[in-house]
């Protein structure tokens, strides 16, 4: 990922809050992992922005796949021998 630091900033609250749903609903097991989905409303004129960062497509898709390999890591690890 070229935009990492990007990612990790934004990422972090959303993990954050992720977890504080996980423990508010205990320890459920998912058939399935949760996936996570963002898009991108082009209705409004001007850049999406988070404070000084622009979002655009490339970079959600970025965000998309670091937030799922963060579940995914933490729900499913690998265990390498």
Same mark, same amino acid.
């Given at each position: 990922m070229k935009n990492e630091k990007i990612i990790k900033q934004i %990422? /972090? @609250?959303i993990l =954050? /809050? +992720?977890e504080k749903y996980e423990k508010q609903f205990g320890k459920t097991e998912f058939r399935s992992l949760p996936e996570i989905h963002f898009v991108l409303d082009k209705?409004? *004129?001007g850049p999406v922005m988070i404070e *000084? !960062? $622009?979002l655009t497509d490339? +970079? +959600? *898709? =970025? +965000? $998309? %796949?670091? !937030?799922q $390999? /963060? !579940?995914e890591t933490k729900?499913? @690890?690998t265990i390498l021998h």
């Amino acid at each position: 990922m070229k935009n990492e630091k990007i990612i990790k900033q934004i %990422a /972090q @609250p959303i993990l =954050e /809050q +992720l977890e504080k749903y996980e423990k508010q609903f205990g320890k459920t097991e998912f058939r399935s992992l949760p996936e996570i989905h963002f898009v991108l409303d082009k209705t409004h *004129d001007g850049p999406v922005m988070i404070e *000084d !960062i $622009e979002l655009t497509d490339e +970079l +959600l *898709d =970025e +965000l $998309e %796949a670091y !937030i799922q $390999e /963060q !579940i995914e890591t933490k729900h499913k @690890p690998t265990i390498l021998h």
